[in-house]
């Protein structure tokens, strides 16, 4: 089961384009039923989200996690 998270500065991407990423991140599965796909949008502001010690109010942070059971034989 892929779950894919978007760690982003608030309003980096519009709901159209949440929506868009989602759908391609699900036809990338196209073997998987869809609902085992999981997108996630962070929304993270600059006083949460530093780089080098300082914070930063523009950026994504792409965490992708796979759960998998072992197939036999």
Request: include cysteine; charged fraction near 20%.
């Amino acid at each position: 089961m892929p779950f894919h998270r978007f760690y982003c500065s608030p309003n980096l991407f519009t709901k159209e384009e949440k929506q868009a990423i989602a759908k391609a991140i699900t036809s990338f599965y196209h073997f998987l039923p869809p609902f085992l796909v999981i997108v996630n949008f962070i929304d993270v502001d600059k006083d949460n989200f530093y780089v080098g010690g300082e914070p930063n109010d523009r950026y994504i942070r792409i965490n992708v996690m796979q759960s998998v059971k072992p197939v036999p034989g």
